[in-house]
């Protein structure tokens, strides 16, 4: 998404979300991740090789 502004948010959260979810990875078991695009699929693809998906 892009803000009047030209800012993309929808990158930056998803940035957000992956250092989030590597400074949690020792809490939590399995991750679930539901979106409409592929602004995630990295990280998926990276989750799914570790067996965190």
Do not use: R, T
Not at 14 to 25: D, F
Not at 30 to 51: M, Q, R, T
């Amino acid at each position: 998404m892009v803000k009047g502004n030209g800012n993309n948010y929808a990158f930056v959260d998803s940035q957000n979300l992956n250092l989030g979810v590597h400074s949690k990875w020792p809490n939590y078991e399995k991750a679930l991740i539901v979106s409409g695009d592929g602004d995630f699929h990295c990280l998926i693809e990276h989750l799914d090789a570790y067996g965190k998906l």
